[in-house]
């Protein structure tokens, strides 16, 4: 079953899903640099993962765990 989940994040839209070959996380109009994300747009992303994940959870009826390392 695929899960899709599209969300803002300051002038990018990151779209993720969940499909058999896993978890992927697609942005436009372009992947913002490593670390450039402001506070309010990290803030942004992680929000839309967490609900994204949340989701995810309640699909399979299990938890999910994420690291930010």
């Known amino acids: 079953m695929k899960i899709t989940s599209k969300f803002n994040v300051g002038r990018y839209v990151c779209e993720m899903s969940r499909s058999p070959a896993g978890i992927t996380c697609e942005w436009s109009p372009d992947m913002p640099a490593p670390r450039s994300l402001t506070k309010k747009e990290a803030r942004d992303y992680r929000d839309g993962r967490d609900l994204f994940m949340q989701e ?4 399979i009826g299990g938890n999910v765990m994420v690291v930010e390392v």
């Open 56 to 59: 995810i959870a309640s699909t």
